[in-house]
């Protein structure tokens, strides 16, 4: 159903139309008045009904990690007055995350022993961890690579990782920990469950191995999962406005649409006539009732591919 039929509808419902299914009187001010307001009781229903009536997508992520750090440090480290180093053979990007003032050299170690100083960083405190991450600009080949956290203050370190990849850009560069973090699409409301693929089928993804960020719509993926996984996920509708075009189809499922025509006339009439107001919101509890909401519903899903490039 269209935006267009669902105004015609929703208008036959407000007793608006005929029983021949003629406006009853188009130059009528509450007529109009009445279909000026439609649009944004559109937009509020269907975004109500999407948090229960759930329009179901996917999102595939290629979490096929062709990397493995020269360091896995899940442990959380504190600094002292001693130097706790971490090298490699080769490295081309970093990553660490600290909590604290602190000092931090990324150093080249040559075939003869010598020392080389490539990068000096500096971390503040801001009460809690920071990300550090970036490229490692050699200027000639080294026999080691070598982290060393330094300075004579407190501080914490934690998830410590030397790549020895190539990465095309900055961002390619993995925050480094126990997850690694895609973002969800701009419509995600809620996760419903994950799947890895087994062959040509998925088999669910234990709930250790993956988690939702709320605070940023982010799903965190375990570093010990490899493989496509698939997010089933619950998405927010478009917003309708007065501009939306009559040709707008709904994204909640048939059944929920129905529901919806008399949740918005309910809405609609409710200081119009407010006894045919509470009829049509009877009408859509009841609506609403009958549907199965463990069911997708909506049988054309978009689906949004991730794929993890280096």
Same mark, same amino acid.
């Given at each position: ?96 995350? %600290?909590?604290?003032?602190? $000092? !931090?050299? *990324? &150093? ?7 020392? @080389? ?105 375990? %570093?010990?999962?490899?493989? $496509? !996984?698939? *997010? &089933? ?7 309708? @406005? ?69």
């Amino acid at each position: 159903m269209n935006l267009g039929e669902a105004k015609k509808r929703v208008a036959m419902l407000a007793n608006y139309y005929s029983e021949l299914g003629d406006v009853i009187s188009s130059n009528d001010v509450r007529v109009k008045d009445f279909y000026m307001k439609l649009p944004a009781i559109f937009d509020m229903a269907q975004k109500q009904i999407a948090t229960t009536a759930y329009i179901r997508k996917h999102m595939f992520i290629s979490h096929l990690l062709p990397f493995k750090p020269q360091a896995w440090q899940f442990k959380i480290y504190t600094h002292k007055d001693s130097d706790i180093e971490f090298s490699a053979p080769k490295a081309y990007a970093y990553c660490f995350k %600290v909590d604290g003032d602190s $000092e !931090i050299v *990324i &150093e080249g170690i040559g075939a003869d022993g010598s020392v @080389t100083t490539l990068e000096e960083i500096r971390g503040y405190s801001t009460g809690g961890f920071t990300l550090f991450k970036d490229f490692i600009t050699l200027d000639k080949e080294y026999q080691q690579i070598r982290i060393r956290f330094t300075g004579d203050t407190y501080y914490n370190i934690k998830d410590i990782a030397l790549y020895d990849v190539n990465f095309s850009t900055y961002a390619d560069i993995p925050d480094f920990g126990a997850y690694i973090k895609y973002p969800m699409p701009k419509n995600f409301y809620k996760a419903l469950k994950a799947e890895i693929k087994s062959g040509f089928d998925y088999e669910p993804l234990p709930d250790s191995s993956w988690e939702i960020s709320e605070f940023d719509n982010s799903v965190n993926v375990s %570093v010990f999962v490899n493989g $496509e !996984i698939r *997010i &089933e996920y619950a998405a927010k509708p478009c917003e309708i @406005t007065s501009d939306t075009a009559d040709y707008y189809e709904f994204e909640i499922s048939e059944e929920a649409q129905i529901a919806m025509l008399h949740l918005v006339a309910s809405i609609a009439l409710e200081k119009e006539d407010y006894s045919q107001s509470q009829l049509q919101y009877a009408k859509y509890i009841e609506r609403m009732a009958n549907i199965d909401l463990d069911k997708g519903l909506q049988k054309r899903q978009k689906t949004v591919k991730v794929v993890y490039g280096v």
